[in-house]
């Protein structure tokens, strides 16, 4: 396979950028409301890719208006992990051969391969064909269309614009921009290595796919893997109600509101002690 040098050479850029971030802070100019829009910005992005690029493109698990798509579209983008129907696509191919040489991310592969070697080698085409669903809609086209300016404008600049309002429009692309989007890279990342070797198989014993509180906390509730493989039509991925799992409340809460709608569960039944929203 060939190396893919656009991708080695965004990614090492931003590794390198997210340490002069962390040295803006310690020694130029502190700010708590720029430590806030990183924060903000990161809660955003990481529900846009659970609750949206995942939850509900990757897996139809419920149905959403509009609005609620091109939030999820446009802060997607700025995770800068692809468009959604890339995102998607990859995603289904990894569900369909967990675990194989088809697997994008192929755990069997190791631990780094996993995280994030196979996104340095561009040997395999993605395949759109089997997000064909997905193309049908005019928001995920036209994303798809403009992924990469939308992805600089949401990354760089619009942090950057945000951070005029206190006068540090340098700290907020540094710390919002390219400090969050490093930490957002390995949080999703994390899904794919951590979450296939460290943690229970409850649900499942056919992949490699766990449960991992850890991951949960970082990736806003993605961390209950092996839940996820056995039943992947389900808007939730922690389904006991002591599960961290921001994105099934986000969910429920937009049901409740008429924003989303046609919310898929699995039959697995929790226990009587514990129930699920």
């Known amino acids: 396979m060939n190396r893919d040098w656009i991708n080695i050479s965004v990614i090492l850029t931003a590794h390198l950028l997210a340490l002069s971030a962390i040295g803006y802070l310690a020694f130029v100019h502190f700010s708590w409301w720029t430590v806030g829009l990183g924060l903000v910005w990161f809660a955003f992005c990481g529900l846009a890719i659970t609750g949206g690029y995942h939850r509900l493109f990757a897996h139809p698990t419920y149905k959403a208006s509009w609005p609620v798509r091109l939030f999820y579209l446009v802060f997607g983008a700025a995770s800068v992990q692809?468009?959604?129907?890339?995102?998607?696509?990859?995603?289904?191919?990894?569900?369909?051969?967990?675990?194989?040489?088809?697997?994008?991310?192929?755990?069997?592969?190791?631990?780094?391969?996993?995280?994030?070697?196979?996104?340095?080698?561009?040997?395999?085409?993605?395949?759109?064909?089997?997000?064909?669903?997905?193309?049908?809609?005019?928001?995920?086209?036209?994303?798809?269309?403009?992924?990469?300016?939308?992805a600089i404008t949401m990354t760089l600049f619009a942090p950057a614009a945000v951070g005029l309002l206190w006068g540090d429009p340098i700290g907020a692309l540094l710390v919002a921009g390219v400090l969050r989007l490093v930490f957002q890279w390995h949080a999703t990342f994390a899904v794919n290595s951590f979450a296939h070797m460290v943690g229970s198989r409850p649900h499942c014993q056919k992949t490699s796919a766990r449960d991992s509180f850890l991951v949960a906390l970082i990736t806003m509730g993605e961390g209950y893997h092996n839940f996820h493989h056995r039943f992947p039509m389900d808007y939730r991925n922690g389904i006991r109600w002591y599960h961290f799992d921001p994105t099934k409340w986000l969910v429920w809460t937009l049901s409740k509101v008429g924003l989303v709608n046609s919310l898929h569960r699995s039959k697995l039944k929790p226990s009587k002690s514990s129930h699920a929203a």
């Open 82 to 150: 692809n468009s959604a129907l890339k995102w998607a696509a990859d995603h289904r191919i990894h569900h369909a051969h967990t675990d194989t040489d088809q697997d994008p991310y192929n755990i069997k592969r190791g631990f780094w391969w996993a995280h994030i070697g196979w996104i340095f080698f561009n040997g395999r085409e993605t395949n759109l064909w089997i997000v064909r669903d997905l193309k049908e809609d005019p928001l995920l086209r036209w994303q798809h269309q403009f992924y990469v300016p939308l």
